[in-house]
């Protein structure tokens, strides 16, 4: 199976630079290319790439607006990685707010970008539990709501537990090891937590706990 991947980055040489390490992976095909977040949003609907890596300071139509507006149309089952030059950038908080399933620094060395498409389009999210979480900690405290959502309610006892622990950056295997039950059992909770919540991956759940205060500063 290919990869099918849209580069959206208004500069060309970086888009150049990204499509020719891409070329050398016969899993991946770059199948577009977009210079701002209009072209970015157009390209997408027109070619409904697997991933799309996207800038976040472009032209017209930056990359939060347009991450914001693909993950909203529920005909796409498109994945978002957003790049950027800091790992603590406000930008990043609010590209991931939008549903971008990760981030990832354009200084990455070759194989961090490949790797972050795979797992990208495998369904996971991109998630660097120490980097995303300092991003969430520095940009949730002014906006954090005071409580969780009514929804969180409807968690049984054994999905706040996953909860938990997924937010503070667990994966499925360390999950399934510290509860002591399958991977497979994992994945199910995971799944229906999300569903319950309305939340789209992983990294949304760490930006949702975090901004609701379940799981506070000192405990990550």
Do not use: C, W
């Not at 996953?162 to 360390?174: D, I, K, P, Y």
């Amino acid at each position: 199976m290919t990869v099918r991947v849209l580069l959206a980055d208004d500069q060309q040489l970086v888009r150049a630079g990204f499509r020719l390490i891409l070329a050398a992976e016969p899993d991946i095909a770059v199948v577009a290319e977009a210079s701002d977040g209009i072209e970015a949003v157009n390209a997408a609907r027109r070619v409904r790439p697997d991933v799309i890596l996207m800038d976040i300071r472009m032209p017209r139509l930056d990359g939060i607006a347009a991450t914001s507006e693909l993950t909203a149309d529920k005909t796409l089952t498109t994945r978002v990685v957003v790049l950027t030059t800091f790992d603590v950038d406000s930008y990043v908080y609010d590209a991931l707010r939008a549903g971008a399933s990760g981030f990832l620094l354009k200084s990455a060395a070759p194989e961090e970008l490949v790797r972050a498409i795979r797992v990208v389009a495998s369904g996971e999210a991109l998630l660097d539990p120490a980097v995303t979480r300092r991003v969430i900690e520095a940009f949730s405290r002014t906006r954090a709501a005071p409580h969780p959502s009514p929804e969180f309610a409807t968690l049984t006892d054994r999905e706040r537990e996953v909860f938990t622990l997924l937010a503070r950056g667990l994966s499925n295997a360390e999950l399934a090891a510290q509860l002591f039950v399958s991977e497979a059992t994992v994945k199910t909770h995971v799944a229906r937590l999300l569903t319950k919540l309305g939340l789209r991956d992983r990294v949304q759940a760490v930006v949702y706990a975090h901004e609701r205060g379940i799981i506070a500063s000192h405990e990550t």
